[in-house]
C-alpha cells in the first residue's frame, strides 16, 4: 500500500520552498509528487505530476467531484506508469494543494475512490504555516483555519525570520488542533520523515487520541475566535456496530458539514479483541480499520471531533440514546411492552454509501 | 401498550435543538409520548403500535409518518422545524460486525 499525504498551507506559507528542498534530498527519494501548478521554485525531480486543480477554488458547492475527476485520473496515470516502469517505483505520494484549497474534497477523493483499494491509503494531512503571517491568516482566511484544523502534522516555516518566538500563533495551533505535532523549519529545511514518514497507526491513533482531551480540557474545549471546537468522547462498555454506525449515520446528517475530523478507536461489541479504528473527514468516513491487537490497555472506546460549532452534550446524547435504542431492539435491555421485535431499519432514501461495507 | 418514552429520548431532542439552533419546548404529554413546540410548529412523537414495524410516530396533527429509528425520528423532526435542513443524500454503510 503506498501512502498518501497531502500537503497544504496558505498562500505563501512555503508549500513549494519545501518541496523544492525536499526534492533534492535523498529521504524524499521514491516519492511522487502531484501539484496543482509549478511555481516559482523550479521543481526538479522525475515523479513530479501536474494537476489542474486550480478550478478548486472557482466552484461553488460540494467540490468533492470537480475535485475527484482530476486528481484520481492523475493518481491512476500515476500509477500505471508505475506498474509499466516508465517511472521509478515510488513508495509515497505527495499532494500540494493550492493555497486557498479546502483539502477536504481531496480527502474525501482519496478516501472513497475504489479503484486505489488495496493500492493507495491516505497517510495523513501536512499543512504548512508561516511563522510571520500565519496567525493573521487565521483570523482573516477561514480556509486557513480549515487546513490547520485537518492537519495531522503542522509546519511552523520561515522561523529564521522570527525576531522573538511565536508563542501566540503556537498557542493558536494548539487551540485549533492539538492533536497534530508540530515542526519547525527554517529556510525550508527539515528531514522528509519527520514530515512524511508513516507512523504506525496505533501510535498515530493513541497520541491523537491522547493529546485532543488533554488539550481540550486546556483550552476549555472551544476555540471561540473561530468556533472550532474538539470534542473527546469515551465509553468504558463495548459499542454494537449498529450503534457506531447509526452515530456516524446522524453526524455525517446533521453536523456533516462542520465536521472537519473524527478520529476513533472503538471497541465494538461483536470485535472485543480487535478494536476498529474509524476516520472521517466532514460526512465522509473512512472504512474502518481493524487494529490486530488493542494498543495499550486502556479498552474503552475515544472518539474525537473536530469541527465548528460542536455540542459536546448533543453527541453525548445522540450516543447514549443510540446505545440504549440498540440494546433495547436486540433485547439486552427489555423494553416494558415495546414488543414490535423489529430491529433498527434504515429510512428509505435514494443515495450511495460514504463508505462501502468491504 | 407500547413503552415510555425513556428521558435519554428527552433529553436528546432538547439537545437536538440546541445544536440545531432552534428554541423550542418538548414536554411529555398524557398520552405518553411528546409535544415539541418550536418554529410555531407542534409535533407529536410517540412510540409506534406494537405489531408495526416501526418504532415511532411523529408529525403534526394527524399527518404522523412512521419511522423506524432515532437517526429517522432526528431527520423527521429537523426536516419540521428547520427549513435550511436537507437530510443527506447519503447513507453510512454499516461497519463490518467483525474483521
Known sequence: ?358 | MSAAIPDCVLLLLQESLAAWRVRGVIARNAAGGLELCAAGTLIEIARAPEGLPFRWLVGVAERKRPVSGLAGLLRAVRALVDPDFRALPVRIAALPLAP
Open chain 1, 1 to 358: 500500500m503506498i501512502p498518501i499525504w497531502v500537503l497544504t498551507g496558505f498562500l505563501g506559507s512555503g508549500k513549494t520552498t519545501l518541496l523544492g528542498r525536499l526534492l533534492k534530498s535523498p529521504g524524499f527519494a521514491r516519492t511522487a509528487v502531484i501539484i496543482n501548478e509549478f511555481g516559482e521554485v523550479g521543481l526538479d525531480h522525475d515523479l513530479v505530476e501536474t494537476s489542474d486543480e486550480s478550478f478548486v477554488t472557482l466552484q461553488t458547492g460540494c467540490l468533492c467531484c470537480a475535485v475527484r475527476d482530476d486528481l484520481v485520473l492523475t493518481l491512476e496515470a500515476l500509477l500505471r506508469r508505475r506498474a509499466s516502469g516508465t517511472v521509478p517505483p515510488f513508495e509515497r505520494v505527495v499532494i500540494e494543494t493550492s493555497g486557498l484549497a479546502d483539502p477536504a474534497p481531496i480527502l474525501h477523493a482519496l478516501m472513497t475512490q475504489p479503484a486505489f483499494e488495496g493500492r493507495l491509503a491516505l497517510a495523513g494531512v501536512v499543512t504548512t504555516v508561516d511563522a510571520l503571517t500565519g496567525a493573521q491568516a487565521l483570523a482573516r482566511y477561514p480556509e486557513a483555519v480549515k487546513q490547520v484544523a485537518m492537519a495531522d502534522r503542522l509546519l511552523l516555516t520561515k522561523t529564521d525570520l522570527l525576531q522573538a518566538p511565536a508563542t501566540s500563533l503556537i498557542a493558536r495551533l494548539s487551540a485549533l488542533n492539538a492533536a497534530a505535532v508540530l515542526s519547525t523549519a527554517a529556510f525550508g529545511e527539515i528531514a522528509a520523515d519527520q514530515l512524511f514518514g508513516s507512523e504506525a497507526l496505533p501510535v498515530a491513533l493513541e497520541r491523537w487520541l491522547r493529546t485532543s482531551p488533554a488539550a481540550q480540557a486546556r483550552q476549555g474545549g472551544h476555540n471561540h475566535a473561530s468556533d472550532i471546537t474538539a470534542l473527546a468522547l469515551v465509553r468504558a462498555a463495548p459499542v454494537r456496530a449498529v450503534a457506531l454506525t447509526l452515530l456516524l449515520e446522524v453526524l455525517a446528517e446533521h453536523v456533516g458539514g462542520d465536521l472537519i475530523r473524527l478520529k476513533g478507536l472503538i471497541n465494538i461489541a461483536e470485535s472485543p479483541e480487535r478494536p476498529a479504528v474509524i476516520h472521517g473527514v466532514q460526512h465522509v468516513f473512512h472504512p474502518p480499520a481493524w487494529l490486530e491487537r488493542w494498543p495499550s490497555q486502556d479498552r474503552r472506546s475515544r472518539l474525537v471531533l473536530i469541527g465548528r460549532n460542536l455540542r459536546q452534550a448533543w453527541v453525548e446524547a445522540l450516543w447514549t440514546a443510540l446505545d440504549a435504542e440498540v440494546d433495547e431492539v436486540s433485547g439486552a435491555v427489555p423494553a416494558a411492552a415495546d414488543t414490535t421485535g423489529e430491529g433498527l431499519r434504515p429510512e428509505p432514501r435514494p443515495g450511495r454509501a460514504s463508505f462501502p461495507a468491504r
